[in-house]
Structure formats: C-alpha cells, structure tokens
C-alpha cells in the first residue's frame, strides 16, 4: 500500500508524517511518530491499554482511524509530564501506592484517570471504578489503582 | 484491514453523493465498524465519516416538544443532555450502559441502531418512545418507524444508498416515563443477556392510558411486546397487573439458548427485567406502587 502524507496534532506539537492510509490513530502514534508509551492490547475497544485523550475525551486509539485524527488534539502519556519534566500528580500517586505491576496497562490507566479528573475533581470509589472499567489489569487486582487515582485527586485538589 | 479510500463528508447532500460507491460504509463513532473491518467481517472499499455534517451531530426540539437527535451523536453527549434525561430516561440510563468510557465517546445513537445487534441497548428505549427514523436516499429523505428498521441479526431495511440521519422523538405526554434495564453478568462492558424497556402513561385516576414495552436480545431484531402491553392499558396500575404484564411479555419472545445464557434463563430474566422496569416508570411518573 502506498503511504500517504499525514499531519496531526500530539501533545501539542503539530506532526506531518507518511502513514499507511489503513493505520489506526494506535498505529499513526507507535509506528510513524514513535511515541510507543500508548500500548496495544486486545485491539478491538475492550482492554482499554490504548488509551488517549482526543480533544480532552478518553478514546481507544486501537478504533480511531488515522484519518479521524486529522484536526483533533491528541493527548498521550508523554505528553502528561509537567512542563519541568516532572510526572503528573496520576502518575506519581500509581508509583506510591504500588498501583502498577506489569505495567501494560498504566498508560490506558493514566488517561483514563486524567480525563475523570479534570471532569471530576473529587470522585468517588464508585466513580473512580466506572470510569476505569474500559481498562483491564491482569496484575493489581485495581484496589491499590483506585487509591492512587484519589489520592491524586486529593493531590490535584491542594 | 483491506484497502480503502477514507472521505470525510461535511453535507448530506456530499454523503448521499459518496454514498453511491461500491462497498461504501458511514463511519461516525466507528466502535463497531472498525472491530468488523479488524476482523475482517466488514471490507468497504470507501467510509464516509460523517461526524461534520451539523444534522447529524445535534439535538434540536421542535416547538412541538419533540427532539430529534442526529444519527452521529455520541452516548456520553446523550448521556450530558438535561432534555434526554427529562424526557426520554430510558435512553438516557441506556447510553451509560453502552461499553466503557472510551468507548460511550466515540460511540453515536445511529451506529447503535445501523449495527443492528438484537442486544443494542439503545433501541427498546427508542422504541418504547415511539422514535421515527429519518433516512436519506438518492430520491430524498424518507421516514419509518424505528421499530420496522430491523431485518435480523446485523441487517435492517436500510438500503446500500441510504444513510441514517436522525431520530425523531415525539414530546412524551405529561404524567409518562420510561425506563431501561438490562442484565449482564458483568455490571461494566459486557452485553445485555435480556434488555428491558418499559413506557408508562398515567391518567389522573392512575389508570395506564398508554404501556410500551421493548426488548432486547431476545429474538433476532430487538421486538416489541404486545401482549404485555395488551395486559396494562385501561387498568389501574397495581403490583398484580404488572406482573401479569411481566408473565405475558415471556410469551413475546423468541429467545435462544448461546454461550450467554440459555433460552429458559433468558425467559425468567425476561419477568423479572419487565416488571422491575415499569415498577421504575412508576417512581419516575412520582406514583407509589405497593409491591
């Protein structure tokens, strides 16, 4: 297939890059642009390892096409640390409280947690745990992953 | 992924046009078009993303009272809307039910109704509300009521060339409300074994004027149950019509038995999610009924 000139938007920097016209926004992020901290799990929308913001709404990349993604801003992983380089208050609160294990799943995680935070500063459990229920971790058993995403809330809330 | 050509379309009338191709297919939230085309059950040589075309992205009311929600509008957009959670509930406890967050932000009203599942959890709660699809083809748009769009399992009546542009809500009458419930052994991203819409209309002596009741996964189309419905209008609302209803929609059903559930389970879900869901239609109309 030949590949075609693409542009978009990441992290706040403007990307033109050539793609395969068939590639997922998943693939236009981890193959063209290398930013490989958004992962691939199960590929169809359930495990939710793919996750990023696309004009600040938590997506799965894994069922946006690259096509899609022209004219949206795309948040990924790399692009939560805090302009000093530091990590943002999520993903300190997952390293303190032991919320990552295998560590597949965190960035889906993060994003996740992110976009509920920044819709709702101050969740409930209940609240926590339906907004991460499209990200599948095989490792922690979520209870030490619902206590960092309160506890960054708390944090953020400061 | 086969080859394909992607277009986005910012009118209808450049959506009917590209429509005309081969194998076109409208993507708009794509949580289900793109799953098929992985898997290699959908092929199109052409998509048509429509989720620029101002009809189909917003709800607009009609001095009548009735909304019409475009056929691209995303679960958590309906989901946000004070109309739809006043005056059509049971859509709105139904796009909160649909996949995860990720996927309620991507996911619209018309993809839910084009894929056709019979476990869509949004169409018994359009049915029970008596939504109209509003459909554009090359000869102009026609309507259709939404309940006779459905064909079977991942078929409807729209034709190759038509696109899904919007349904149309009629204003609810006063004393009315709806509700949807739905079993699944998983309370998060899982597929509804039943899925059960229920609409309530009460005159001032609490007498129903009006019950709808809708199905899913039930039968190869999400169905209506008309002999539950049969069982309600003109009586008092009482614990013991409501469960004569429950009892009479088993026998609308045509359940099979998969890797979900069995036939017999689905049928007793089937009572139970009838009867808890116009129970629920009474509390939102503000109508205590003694159980």
Redesign the interface.
Known sequence: ?NRILMSCRVNGEDHTCLAD??D?LLELLRERLQLTGTKEGC????C?SC?VL?DG????A????A??A?GVEVTTVEGLAASGGGRHPVQQALIDHGGTQCGFCTPGIIM?AV??LRENPDPTDAEIR??I???ICRCTGYEKIVRAIASAAAEIRS | MNPYTYQKVTSLDAAVMARGAADCFVLAGGTDLIAQMKAGHRRPSTIIDVKTIPEMTAVSAAPDGSLEIGAAVSATSLAGDDRIRARHPALHDAVQLIGSRQIQNRATLGGNVCNAAPSADAVPPLIVDTATARILGPGGMRTMPLEDLFAGPGRTHLAPSEILVSLVLPSPAARSASAYLRFTPRREMDIAIVGAAARLTLGPDHRIVEARIALASVAPTPIRAPSAEAKLAGHPITAGIIADAATAAQSDAAPISDTRASADYRRELIAVLVRRALFRCAARIGVDVPQ
Not at chain 1, 62 to 65: I, K, N, P, T
Request: charged share 5%; net charge neutral.
């Open positions: 297939m016209p068939r997922t590929g169809n929308g359930n939710g996750t696309v709404a938590a997506v799965c894994c069922l946006v096409l096509g899609e022209q996740s976009a509920l339906h907004a229920a499209g990200n």
